[in-house]
């Protein structure tokens, strides 16, 4: 695992990281503990304000520090960081510090408390938007404030969980299709 | 563009085919009409019912089919069907028979009027189950009632869109980690 320059990135455009779908680390922090957990539930809702929607299980040690903190930070880990981020979620919050266990550096963030994870290839900066879904369906909408992404490669490796312990991991990236999309992009 | 022949998969798992992130076709019908649109923007959100999250926009043709007959058919692609996905996407069921002008097959559903797409990977019959965030964010929660999948190839080569005329192709799969896991999948 390497830790990578990063530049400012514009919220508007964090599909571009999270629309394929990959696995992410979700890092908080409430009182003077933080914590770190796996996710795959997520989606994209809004260009701006920049909004993700995901399910965090009310079983999960951080559901209660993200819901008490308002704020997370979505992590993106790369390929190279698989086997740490099925140790990360195969572990709870409530018996390790998950930072200090798999050697991990928490970075302080810009615009909440809870921390950046340097390793992982994009940090994005999130406070709770809307938390009227969270009793009915553990569905939190996050709005992106702030998103940091390394400044190479241009693609990261991202790992999709396909469950049953699979990951698929990115292949190739390809533009050949992109002399079909008109201007309003994959709109119906 | 080929037919697979597909069998009956158990709605509780369609995590498997939706939670790595593909662009997905998403197939409708009210009254006489029938259209498919592109839609990246999804995600799951419980296994048992099994739902999924989504946003429709309100601007897609599609939108007021769906919201007016509470069901769809969410349709995976593979690699082979790239340029028809990016057609898809680019024209509107207001000016053209998106099943005729892209030479697709559309096969009955079970449970649902909208028709299954057969030249994909996999079909699964939706039926809205909330309506609730339609107003306030374009956005769906659909229960799987009926999922059918190819029997062949064991993995499907996904596309998954990245913004900006890019899609990501899906790679390798690999068990490598499963060792790692402990019984409850992450889950931390």
Request: positive net charge; contains cysteine.
């Amino acid at each position: 695992m390497s830790h990578s320059v990063k530049r400012d990135f514009p919220v508007w455009n964090i599909r571009r990281l999270l629309e394929p779908g990959p696995i992410v680390l979700v890092s908080s922090a409430w009182k003077r503990e933080t914590n770190i957990m796996t996710m795959g539930w997520h989606t994209v809702m809004e260009f701006q304000p920049s909004l993700v929607g995901c399910i965090i299980s009310n079983a999960n040690y951080s559901f209660e520090m993200i819901r008490k903190s308002r704020a997370c930070v979505i992590n993106v880990p790369t390929a190279d960081m698989a086997a740490t981020v099925v140790r990360i979620g195969n572990s709870s919050g409530r018996d390790i510090d998950k930072f200090a266990e798999f050697e991990l550096t928490a970075v302080r963030a810009q615009r909440v408390q809870a921390p950046l994870i340097s390793e992982c290839y994009a940090n994005l900066e999130c406070r709770l938007a809307d938390a009227s879904w969270i009793r009915k369906y553990n569905f939190f909408v996050f709005e992106v404030v702030k998103a940091h992404v390394a400044t190479s490669p241009d693609v990261p490796t991202t790992i999709h969980y396909r469950g049953d312990g699979e990951f698929l991991i990115a292949g190739k990236t390809t533009r050949r299709y992109r002399r079909l999309f008109r201007p309003a992009l994959l709109d119906s």
